[in-house]
Each structure stands twice: as C-alpha cells, then as structure tokens.
C-alpha cells in the first residue's frame, strides 16, 4: 500500500480498472515524467497490459480519462494542491497529462 505521495511518485506500476465492452480490465501503467515539461506520461506496464487495453474496446480518450481520474484521486489522498488533465493533444505512444497548478496560483495570489 502506498502511503506517501513521494512513495506514489517513485512506485514502478499503478492499476487502473478500464472498463471493456463485456468486462472490467485491470491494466498495470507506470507514470515518469516528461522531461522539461509540466507533464506525466502513462505506459502500459507490459505488452500484457497494452493488449488489455486493446481488448478493453475503449477508446484512448475513455482509457485515459480512467487514468485520470486515477491520478487525481491519490493526488487528493495524499492532499496534493495540484490535478493533472489528460493532454488531448498528445500524439505519442502512452497517455500525457498536463500538471495543472490552478489551485496554488490562487492560494498565491491571495497573499
């Protein structure tokens, strides 16, 4: 069990349940980050994992708004003032989100 954001940051794999047109599918990706950028790349763990995806039916917008939606839920346990947003204009391989800080430029601005 994860129990520190750093642990969650340098943890190898995570799962993300992906729902499938006849099943769920728990797929293993590992996040690393872009470097130079505000951004986190997510990558199947295994060629395993991708033909999970595959077999899931759902589109790369759907897979990634589950990781999403993942990512932000530890953020928040872990009481994180940062979300991530998919990066819908990504065309690599894996799935890009966009750190966005909002929530700490208002805490600053209010000062």
Known sequence: ?????????????????????????????RITHQSGKANWLAMASTSKDLDKLVASGQSHTAIGKDIEDMINDQLKKFRQNFTVELDYSWQGAGYSFNLNFEDILKRLNKS
């Open 1 to 29: 069990m994860v129990h520190k954001f750093e642990d969650f940051i340098n943890e190898k794999h995570f799962l993300v349940v992906v729902d499938g047109d006849d099943m769920s599918h728990a797929v293993k990706f």
